[in-house]
Nanobody, 124 residues
Framework: QVQLVESGGGSVQAGGSLRLSCAVSGYTVSSYCMGWFRQTPGNEREGVAIINSLGSTRYAGSVKDRFTISQDNAKNTLYLQMDSLKPEDTAMYYC??????????????????WGQGTQVTVSS
């Protein structure tokens, strides 16, 4: 059974940093696509960052150069380092996985496995 558990969310002032973690079981993070997504009330879930089995990454334009996705294979954990946070980054953040090795997309509908989410709130 695949299980994804996020942690690390919280409240921070604009310009601050947070690191989200996603502990995964039943699924090897280094073997398939993994991603971070976020959602605000009344809006669709949007892709933030993805990483494939080769370690190639892709970011949404709104977070590029501020957020970094990475993984720790020994811990089977996915991370999202978020720097220079802005109020518009406020959202529920989810990690997700799909059984595809190379062609990862920022489209949430392509992902099969989801965590429960962790809230990030950025105040101005």
């Amino acid at each position: 059974q695949v299980q994804l558990v996020e942690s690390g969310g919280g409240s921070v002032q604009a310009g601050g940093s947070l690191r989200l973690s996603c502990a995964v079981s039943g699924y090897t993070v280094s073997s398939y696509c993994m991603g971070w997504f976020r959602q605000t009330p009344g809006n669709e879930r949007e892709g933030v960052a993805i990483i494939n089995s080769l370690g190639s990454t892709r970011y949404a334009g709104s977070v590029k150069d501020r957020f970094t996705i990475s993984q720790d294979n020994a811990k089977n954990t996915l991370y999202l380092q978020m720097d220079s946070l802005k109020p518009e980054d406020t959202a529920m953040y989810y990690c997700a996985g799909r059984r595809e090795k190379y062609y990862c997309e920022l489209q949430s509908s392509n992902y099969n496995y989801w965590g429960q989410g962790t809230q990030v709130t950025v105040s101005s």
